[in-house]
């Protein structure tokens, strides 16, 4: 069985950064891929930034040059470092993790303007 655990949300004024966190664990044979996704009230999730194991990483266009990936491998361990942050970043952020389509239960992140 697998875990996935995120951490690190909050309020946080708009320009601000802030770094949420992704832990996964449990039984755990191969990580092909650690991504967030994150979903608004009255909008459907969509994929923020995500990492392959050979460490190819993909951001949507929104976060670009904003906000940054990185993971520990041996850990199973993914950060996102937010920065600039705005009121339109306001959301749920979940984790999820392949193979297996393992999801978190989510960490609010609320952006004030």
């Known amino acids: 069985q697998v875990q996935v655990a995120e951490s690190g949300g909050g309020l946080v004024p708009a320009g601000g950064s802030l770094t949420i966190s992704c832990t996964a664990s449990g039984s755990i044979s191969s990580v092909n891929a650690m991504g967030w996704y994150r979903q608004s009230p009255g909008k459907q999730r969509e994929l923020v930034a995500a990492m392959s194991s050979g460490g190819i990483t993909q951001y949507a266009d929104d976060v670009k040059g904003r906000f940054t990936l990185s993971r520990d491998n041996d850990k199973n361990t993914m950060h996102l470092q937010m920065n600039s942050l705005k009121a339109e970043d306001t959301a749920i952020y979940y984790c999820?993790?392949?193979?297996?389509?393992?999801w978190g239960q989510g960490t609010q992140v609320t952006v004030s303007s």
């Open positions: 999820r993790l392949l193979p297996g389509d393992h």
